[in-house]
């Protein structure tokens, strides 16, 4: 570290990525596993809560005992240590083996703080770094013999090009949706989101909702259907509907007739096959929606990009948030290769001159493709309306915060029109901001604004 890099984070003083201590003491461990749960950040041993540089002996036995505290983490924490002056900089490297815990529990790094988590922050987070996925946990409440259809299996059998070989039994477990658990037979959530003879009886968000509307407002619905028949078959529903639904030209230069769709199948099948595929099951507060406006389709999901997938790498390879529901899918002519759908939908739009499809991504996903009387102008106005939402969404929210600060996230979601899960990600964004603060618990605190 060079002298000048250090007088400024002695200035800057503790933060996200900075922590200082005077001396090695069991706090220490915690210190870690709360920069290991977040983005990584640089421990200064010898330093003092206040900035004051106190010194600590460096040795050789000081370093075996931090990298022996490190190595006794679950999981062990990879760290770097740099002598500097009469200091030890303690690097925490961040990882994607999250979440990381102490014998004194599970820590996360909030600004110059680290918290202890809850059980249920433990959970959420665990979900959010995809340790838990929702398709591969086996649902108890499902019964084989009761509530199992064959005939979809044979329908997903065709669709892989598979021949029914084998008993039922052990084709479900080489799809690996199924486990013997004791002498039962149990599907995990992948396997009665495929095979159930009514998976809304497990699932409040198994189903995808198709909507028509007479021109580009969500005023006037020409029609509206839910399609909740397995996901096959909401897939091949809902393709049809959309299908149905948008006009066809017909351009007659011989004795044949060629018909000309207002969007490609190939761009509005892969925007739902994403849809179904990527969706946040976890999330109950919205739906699976492919919305017909008069010049545009709005394929949209709960969930944005998982946490794993940097911004910079969307559209070039896959890592998914349900690998089982993809790896299923994958072997169907739906997927023709996981990680290709985003660059097949904007080939299919190009190949019929139709504009560029616009992907907006936050706390849901949305793929919008738009017809030709969608010009740059149109977009361009999409895109600014797209960084304006936001901006609007969280003033409403602190309008409202100001003249209730005991209201809810399902009050603010019913006043203002977006998801609970929107108005959580919003509600993060101002507390980090400094916007706002919690007093109390989430249930009997309130909000402040500050």
Avoid at 313 to 324: I, W
Avoid at 334 to 359: D, H, S
Wanted: glycine share 6%; aromatic share 8%.
């Amino acid at each position: 570290m060079k002298p000048e890099e250090f007088d400024f984070i002695l200035k800057e003083g503790e933060g996200q990525f900075i922590e200082f201590k005077e001396n090695l003491d069991k706090s220490l461990a915690k210190e870690m596993v709360a920069f290991a749960n977040a983005s990584g950040g640089k421990i200064f041993l010898g330093v003092t809560d206040k900035c004051e540089v106190k010194g600590i002996n460096v040795t050789n036995e000081l370093k075996a005992q931090i990298l022996d505290l490190a190595h006794n983490c679950d999981p062990s924490i990879s760290i770097k240590l740099e002598a500097f002056r009469n200091l030890l900089i303690i690097e925490v490297l961040e990882s994607r083996n999250k979440p990381y815990s102490c014998s004194q529990g599970f820590y996360l790094r909030n600004g110059a703080q680290s918290p202890k988590m809850s059980r249920d922050e433990i959970i959420e987070f665990s979900i959010s770094e995809g340790k838990i996925k929702f398709d591969e946990m086996i649902n108890d409440e499902f019964d084989f013999e009761k509530d199992f259809d064959e005939r979809k299996l044979e329908q997903y059998l065709k669709l892989s090009g598979l021949t029914k070989n084998l008993p039922t039994t052990e084709i479900l477990l080489n799809l690996k949706v199924a486990k013997m658990i004791g002498r039962k037979l149990k599907l995990n959530n992948t396997g009665v989101l495929f095979f159930a003879k009514n998976p809304e009886k497990f699932f409040f968000v198994s189903k995808v909702v198709c909507v028509n509307y007479r021109n580009n407002e969500k005023v006037d619905i020409l029609d509206r259907k839910i399609f909740d028949e397995g996901i096959l078959s909401n897939i091949l529903e809902a393709e049809n509907y959309v299908t149905k639904h948008i006009n066809v030209e017909f351009e007659i230069k011989s004795l044949k007739r060629k018909e000309i769709p207002q969007y490609p199948k190939a761009a509005y099948r892969e925007a739902i096959v994403n849809a179904v595929m990527h969706r946040d099951y976890f999330e109950k507060s919205g739906d699976t929606l492919v919305e017909i406006f008069r010049n545009k389709i709005i394929v949209s999901n709960p969930g944005g990009l998982v946490k794993w997938l940097k911004e910079e790498d969307f559209g070039k390879y896959s890592r998914p948030r349900n690998p089982l529901i993809a790896e299923l899918l994958s072997k169907t002519e739906y997927v023709e290769k996981l990680g290709t759908g985003i660059n097949r939908i904007r080939l299919a739009m190009q190949e019929l001159g139709l504009p560029e499809p616009i992907f907006e991504y936050n706390s849901s996903f949305a793929t919008i493709l738009l017809d030709k009387t969608k010009g740059k102008g149109e977009q361009e106005q999409s895109q600014e309306t797209t960084q304006k939402t936001p901006q609007k969404t969280t003033q409403k929210i602190i309008e409202l915060i100001q003249e209730n600060p005991n209201i809810t996230r399902k009050q603010l979601s019913e006043k203002i029109g977006i998801t609970e899960d929107g108005i959580k990600y919003n509600l993060n964004i101002l507390v980090k901001s400094g916007l706002i603060k919690r007093i109390g618990p989430d249930k009997g605190g309130h909000w402040e604004v500050k």
